[in-house]
């Protein structure tokens, strides 16, 4: 009997690690997508120099070379990454634009644990304290025209939506992508580095 009610416990933990490891990938997998929208609304708004576009386009191609395992992983039909290559080929970015809307809707990214209406000043500091650590050494050089700029992240934070900017500080601190960090930070710890981005203007 007790034999059984310890295997059941097993089975139990099994499980939840397991839900546990699908709902992390399907994190970063709706994160992968909200970024690669955010990449192509950059695009076509014809944002940044003819380098960094580049990188840009790297950077999509990249992550659509992943995403059709991510895609079936989340038992999601990766079918339509044939088009959007396709998209980034004739560089119709309207026309990826409009499947990776698709795609956000049947994966939407959640920010709600990276994003704090009411940060305290602790989490800020904390959060200033990692930054210029561990990140301004690139982040707060100026940025020329690049293929893989590393922006002032305030700036970045203030340029697109809240839950864009989550969804990249999510997918990590890449460096570039030969480095391919994962990314070492706690959900506490990115929503200090949020928070301590997004201080009120004129006190940064
Ligand atoms: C070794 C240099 C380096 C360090 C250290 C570094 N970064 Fe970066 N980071 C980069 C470069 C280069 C890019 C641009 C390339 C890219 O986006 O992949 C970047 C991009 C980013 C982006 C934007 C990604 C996007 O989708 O546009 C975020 C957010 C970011 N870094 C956050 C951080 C944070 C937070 C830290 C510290 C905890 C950090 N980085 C440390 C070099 C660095």
Request: overall charge positive; hydrophobic content about 45%.
């Amino acid at each position: 009997m007790r034999y059984r009610s310890l295997l059941a416990g097993l089975a139990a933990a099994c499980c939840c690690v397991a839900a546990q490891a699908a709902g992390e990938h399907e994190r970063r997998l709706a994160a992968e997508i909200a970024v690669m929208a955010g990449d192509t609304r950059r695009l076509m708004a014809g944002e940044g120099g003819p380098l960094e576009r580049e990188g840009l386009v790297k950077r999509l191609n990249g992550a659509l070379s992943s995403l059709p395992l991510s895609l079936r992983r989340a038992k999601s039909d990766p079918s339509s990454v044939v088009a959007m290559r396709a998209s980034i080929k004739r560089r119709d970015w309207r026309a990826l634009a409009a499947v990776l809307a698709t795609l956000k809707r049947r994966h939407p990214f959640d920010p709600r644990l990276l994003l704090v209406a009411a940060p305290t000043a602790e989490m800020r500091a904390l959060g200033a304290s990692i930054h210029t650590t561990t990140c301004a050494g690139c982040h707060d050089a100026a940025s020329g025209d690049s293929l893989l700029p590393a922006k002032n992240l305030s700036a970045q934070l203030a340029s697109m939506p809240r839950e864009e900017f989550a969804a990249r500080l999510l997918l990590g601190v890449r460096g570039d992508r030969t480095t391919g960090l994962r990314n070492p930070f706690s959900d506490f710890e990115l929503a200090a580095l949020i928070a301590s981005y997004s201080r009120p203007s004129g006190t940064r």
